[in-house]
């Protein structure tokens, strides 16, 4: 059994205050933060038992995978349109850019099964019905047709490939959005067959970067 939901100690204010750097000129309302609130809850009673997350501090969570998945909808209008989340794990960036952007449509691929678990379980608790969560690896996601204004990934290593797949899934005015070190920021930016936008630093973070681009025509 998968214990059940731990309280969470921050208020309201502590999540708006530690998200602020991440918003620019996009805005948090007190359902946003509320759902927030309930996804630390479920994260960190699932994280027990199941490898989600290896930040415990709820602040340092708010920040590390809310915000900085948050930030990309300030780069773009990840707003409308349908988004996959590649490699999802703990349901980030995808879940929190749902969100912040109602009308998303999301699909989260991740093969891992307990994990599959834990976001069926989030989904249903922030009442996101119209999320999918797919078991599976990208590579066996088929599609007959280029269905994604937005393919995601953060932190999941091997772009070559998965820029080979998000060629054959992405609309033509599509973006691919990845959260990576500057390393590799610096290196993916320079694959051909692609546009890509200046790496645009995290927020209090050296280090990590927000990479778009699109395909070349």
């Known amino acids: 059994m ?4 731990p309280a969470v100690q921050l208020s309201r204010e502590q999540v708006a205050s530690a998200l602020a750097p991440f ?9 946003h933060i509320s759902q927030i609130q309930r996804y630390i809850g479920t994260l960190l009673s699932w994280n027990q038992s199941v490898s989600l997350t290896s930040i415990e501090d709820p602040l340092e969570i708010v920040t590390r995978h809310f915000g900085e ?14 988004l996959a989340d590649v490699g999802s794990g703990a349901g980030f960036p995808g879940l929190p850019l749902r969100i912040v952007s109602q009308v998303l449509k999301v699909v989260l691929l991740e093969p891992n099964l307990k994990k599959c678990g834990f976001l069926n379980e989030v989904k249903g ?11 599976c690896r990208y590579e066996e996601y088929r599609s007959d047709r280029e269905e994604f204004d937005f393919v995601c ?4 290593g091997g772009y070559r490939p998965l820029l080979r797949w998000a060629r054959n899934v992405l609309k033509p005015q599509g973006r691919v959005v990845l959260w990576l070190g500057a ?13 890509w936008e200046l790496p645009a630093r995290i927020p209090e973070s050296h280090k990590r970067f927000v990479l778009i681009g699109r395909r070349e025509p």
């Open 2 to 5: 998968v214990p059940r939901k």
């Open 23 to 31: 918003l620019a000129d996009l805005s948090i309302s007190e359902a």
């Open 69 to 82: 998945s948050i930030f990309a909808a300030s780069l773009l209008p990840i707003r409308l349109g349908r």
């Open 125 to 135: 608790a922030l009442g996101m019905d119209d999320v999918e969560v797919r078991r």
């Open 153 to 156: 990934a953060r932190a999941l």
């Open 183 to 195: 390393d590799d920021a610096l290196m993916i930016s320079r694959t051909s067959g692609w546009l």
